[in-house]
């Protein structure tokens, strides 16, 4: 077997953070372990693969299976769970191995501290030991407690009006390596959408300006800003205003695409009579 191309847990958790470079990432919304392997195997493709609970029909097990996918090729493997209040689906993430856990529905610094809570273990925070630890990796368990939050990547979801209200005390919370804007959330919550309408809302400058607010503030506190990509266009804009993590969409988006455009080359081929 190939050498992975990954980073350590430790490097990956701090290159993000420090954002010195971006990190393209896929949202992983099929619930199927074969494709999440499919797209782990080759470490060329993306930074990161997110197996998303909150929106997929993953449940426990099924996380597992897709978990261990990813792992298996020591492909960075994050999970967004289904809030801050979901400290369970928190806990279970990290247990079967999870690199880090993107939180959504952040509203207020109570939101925020409840993910510190659940994410890390004492003195940061309160998570609960599990036996036997997926996660180790082979090491003794006082190892692994030792470097566990200095491994374990954290991400907030910025998406909510009251978010951005209090957007300075979120990404000033210790603990938080990342904020990650919900465009379609946010700009639906801000009244874009009954302004502009859909995808009108997306492209409003008042989404815009609140996007780069959200990056000036990341920077001043030296967390990474993060957000979903409209194609590698949008990708380009964001990058321009400081946007570091970058998802490039989902595995079932691309599945999609990549079926029109071969069902149009196939129908090319078609003669007539």
């Known amino acids: 077997m190939r050498k992975s191309q990954y980073p350590s847990r430790k490097n990956f958790k701090a290159g993000i953070k420090e954002g010195k470079s971006q990190s393209f990432g ?13 797209l782990a195997a080759d470490c060329s493709l993306f930074d990161w693969l ?3 609970a909150q929106h997929s029909p993953v449940g426990t097990n099924l996380m597992q299976s897709m978990l261990t996918s990813l792992n298996a090729h020591s492909c960075p493997s994050l999970v967004r769970v289904g809030g801050p209040d979901d400290r369970i689906g928190i806990q279970q993430a990290l247990d079967l191995g999870a690199y880090g856990v ?31 630890i997926s996660p180790q990796l082979g090491r003794p368990v006082a190892e692994f407690l030792e470097s566990a939050n ?34 379609f959330d946010l700009s639906y919550a801000l009244g874009l959408f009954d302004k502009y309408g859909y ?7 008042e989404l ?58 196939l129908r090319g081929l078609r003669t007539n009579g």
């Open 26 to 38: 896929l949202f992983l919304n099929s619930s199927s372990p074969q494709i999440a392997e499919q």
């Open 50 to 52: 997110l197996v998303d």
């Open 150 to 183: 200095d491994e374990t990547l954290l991400i907030l979801q910025i998406e909510t009006k009251e978010s951005m209200d209090h957007l300075e005390e979120i990404v000033n919370m210790e603990g938080v390596d990342a904020v990650f804007i919900g465009p």
């Open 102 to 132: 993107m939180i959504p529905t952040v509203r207020t610094p109570g939101d925020a501290q409840k993910a510190v809570l659940a994410t890390f273990f004492p003195p940061l925070g309160s998570r609960s030991i599990a036996f036997p």
């Open 199 to 205: 995808p009108g809302g997306l492209a409003s400058h």
């Open 208 to 265: 815009r300006d609140a996007s780069q607010r959200v990056a000036k503030e990341c920077k001043k506190a030296n967390v990474a800003a993060g957000s979903f990509a409209a194609g590698v266009d949008g990708a380009a804009v964001l990058v321009k205003e400081g946007f570091t993590l970058l998802a490039a969409g989902t595995d079932v988006g691309l599945l999609g695409t990549a079926a029109k455009v071969e069902a149009e080359r």
